[in-house]
């Protein structure tokens, strides 16, 4: 599995409450500029206090790699605008995965969280997650992860096919609203 905070200083790591292990996205981009949100959204959670931005190139992408070939992963995203350039602009841009759409980031204010799962099987050794220019503003991410999947799970997701997250549901919970 792969966990990235986008932003973080090189070769910085950290656990989050679960055990994963976070590292810096470095390593996975040649282009983007680290940044911090600012000061008034620095009480959030650790994955969204920093960001990498992209100002320069139109389509700017991420190489995760390890992948295994044929393997079915779960890669998800994270956006957090914080107003990490000061200018209290949304911006507005999309997500790709490779060569293929795979959402819009609309954020609704500087705090709101914008998360998007894909499931996708790999066709090479890593996989490709691109942030690219549409209309208004600077693209930007604030973390990435790639988890395997068991081959018997969402069996529809194959090397032509992907399955979006649209909604997700606790319909098991014990807890009173």
């Avoid at 650790?46 to 995760?64: A, D, E, G, I, M």
């Amino acid at each position: 599995s792969i966990s990235l905070d986008c932003g973080l200083p090189d070769n910085a790591s950290y656990a989050d409450d679960l055990g994963y292990l976070y590292f810096s996205d470095a390593s996975s981009i040649d282009s983007g500029e680290a940044k911090q949100v600012s000061s008034g959204f620095m009480g959030s959670p650790r994955l969204y206090r920093t960001l990498r931005s992209f100002p320069v190139y139109q389509k700017n992408c991420y190489t995760l790699a390890p992948a295994v070939e044929g393997q079915r992963y779960l890669v998800r995203a994270y956006f957090m605008y914080g107003n990490y350039d000061g200018r209290n602009v949304l911006p507005i841009f999309d997500v790709y995965l490779g060569v293929d759409f795979w959402s819009t980031v609309r954020l609704d204010n500087a705090s709101h969280v914008f998360w998007t799962e894909i499931t996708t099987k790999a066709t090479t050794t890593s996989i490709n997650v691109c942030l690219v220019k549409t209309a208004d503003g600077i693209p930007f991410i604030s973390g990435l992860e790639v988890r395997p999947l068991d081959d018997i799970l969402y069996a529809d997701a194959n090397n032509s096919t992907y399955l979006i997250t649209y909604k997700r549901i606790n319909a098991g919970t014990t807890e009173e609203a």
